[in-house]
């Protein structure tokens, strides 16, 4: 392993190379290969310790815990889109409400999904973002800036949901999934708010400058024949979804079950709803679509466990120690002082629940020996999780992103400013809250 000065280097051209190398196109897993390798050279063996350490690690890390949810969820996709429910979906909310409400209902939508933790919302969000794009003829940037936006609103803001995030708070500070209520919804309030206002400005450029939507070849091979005389109720196109989050609460509330498995369950019963609501739609394709849907979920799962991978190095350096080590050390308020130490953790790692855990583990017992309340920090702590987290090496950004088509050229630099931007917004609102009230 090098010195800290040494690791730092590395870690900074890594970094800049990352972001470069994004920037340019020039493909997420050759770009993940190249800057391991770099940083590999940070870490005790070097570069072939680290791909076949930490790197493969991160992503069967990854992978185990999602690859079932994202392979129903892309099953489920695939159905919906053939059989034309995610199309009728789309097109009868446009024309109930006009194609001005598009992105604010993928927006609420993406918020239901993640609200009761159906992990593969990405997924799910892409195929309703799809037709609602299509028929708002807007581009598929607003759709990313909708779902990305508001996910992090219900999953680590609102209390009371089921999330890894709000369970994993809950328990490092030994409180209750409800904590800090009034500041969580807050703090919600002003990020979704801020949201909201930027993605009105974005359709209001995209119009402007003419620019509509585009498909994608994931669209192209989940795609349907879509027929307006024969095409679903809205009532058939509608239910799956009902069913898929409903199945998902009771699995999880109900019968207290793993997430994960909750989502697969919830998933499968809800592609043999739509079969058997659609089966003369898609009999004769039924497994084309199978195998399309399972095998288009594949790709960006493999694209994004090679950046968690590339994270998963990024905390075996020994720069990463020690500012670890450094934050330990700060003196300050202590609700400043838990943003600030959730801020760094999640920056570094680009994975809020890593933000959550490491700041809680190592900065809870001191802020509350600072005077700071156990309940508003378990609050305080996720929203803090959500601001630097989204670091081009992001997990749950590179799927949203890789599943609607998109690279960080086209999108990263809209991305900034809302889970950056509005999040640190939000976070700040927060903690001042807590700091006159806590």
């Known amino acids: 392993m090098t010195s800290v000065a040494g690791s730092a280097v590395l870690l900074i051209l890594a970094i800049v190379l990352f972001f470069f190398l994004c920037m340019k196109g020039f493909g997420m897993i050759p770009t993940a290969i190249v800057c391991t390798i770099i940083l590999g050279f940070a870490i005790e063996g070097g570069p072939v310790a680290a791909i076949w350490g930490p790197f493969a690690e991160g992503m069967?890390?990854?992978?185990?815990?999602?690859?079932?949810?994202?392979?129903?969820?892309?099953?489920?996709?695939?159905?919906?889109?053939?059989?034309?429910?995610?199309?009728?979906?789309?097109?009868?909310?446009?024309?109930?409400?006009?194609?001005?409400?598009?992105?604010?209902?993928?927006?609420v939508f993406v918020m239901v999904l993640s609200y009761v933790n159906i992990i593969s919302f990405p997924f799910l969000g892409a195929i309703l973002a799809f037709s609602l794009m299509r028929a708002a003829d807007l581009p598929r940037n607003v759709a990313c800036v909708s779902m990305v936006g508001t996910a992090s609103i219900t999953m680590y803001y609102l209390p009371g949901s089921v999330t890894t995030a709000n369970m994993t708070a809950a328990e490092i500070y030994g409180v209750g999934l409800y904590s800090g209520p009034i500041y969580g919804v807050i703090a919600a309030i002003v990020?979704?708010?801020?949201?909201?206002?930027?993605?009105?400005?974005?359709?209001?450029?995209?119009?402007?400058?003419?620019?509509?939507?585009?498909?994608?070849?994931?669209?192209?091979?989940?795609?349907?024949?879509?027929?307006?005389?024969?095409?679903?109720?809205?009532?058939?196109?509608?239910?799956?979804?009902?069913?898929?989050?409903?199945a998902c609460m009771v699995l999880q509330l109900g019968l207290q079950m793993n997430p994960y498995a909750a989502c697969v369950i919830a998933q499968l019963i809800g592609i043999v709803l739509c079969v058997a609501m659609n089966w003369k739609r898609i009999a004769k394709k039924l497994m084309l679509v199978i195998r399309e849907g399972a095998e288009t979920s594949c790709i960006p799962l493999l694209q994004t466990c090679m950046v968690v991978g590339f994270a998963t190095v990024v905390t075996q350096t020994a720069v990463y120690d020690a500012m670890m080590n450094a934050v330990l050390s700060w003196s300050m308020n202590p609700y400043l002082l838990c943003v600030l130490g959730t801020m760094l953790f999640a920056c570094i790692s680009a994975d809020p629940i890593s933000g959550i855990t490491l700041s809680g583990s190592m900065l809870g017992a001191r802020c509350i020996e600072l005077g700071?309340?156990?309940?508003?920090?378990?609050?305080?702590?996720?929203?803090?999780?959500?601001?630097?987290?989204?670091?081009?090496?992001?997990?749950?950004l590179n799927v949203t992103m890789n599943f609607l088509g998109l690279t960080h050229k086209e999108a990263y630099g809209q991305i900034v400013v809302v889970q950056i931007g509005c999040t640190t917004l939000a976070t700040v609102v927060a903690m001042i809250l807590m700091m006159i009230f806590g």
């Open 60 to 107: 069967g890390g990854f992978a185990g815990g999602l690859v079932f949810p994202f392979v129903t969820g892309g099953i489920f996709g695939g159905v919906m889109t053939a059989t034309g429910c995610s199309e009728q979906f789309g097109r009868t909310l446009i024309k109930k409400f006009g194609v001005g409400f598009a992105p604010y209902a993928l927006m």
């Open 191 to 246: 990020a979704f708010g801020s949201v909201a206002l930027y993605v009105n400005h974005l359709c209001k450029r995209y119009r402007t400058q003419g620019i509509g939507y585009t498909g994608t070849e994931m669209e192209k091979a989940l795609g349907s024949d879509f027929d307006e005389n024969d095409a679903p109720s809205f009532f058939v196109s509608l239910l799956p979804i009902v069913v898929v989050v409903g």
């Open 372 to 396: 700071a309340s156990a309940p508003l920090l378990c609050r305080l702590t996720q929203i803090a999780s959500t601001t630097f987290d989204s670091m081009p090496w992001s997990g749950i």
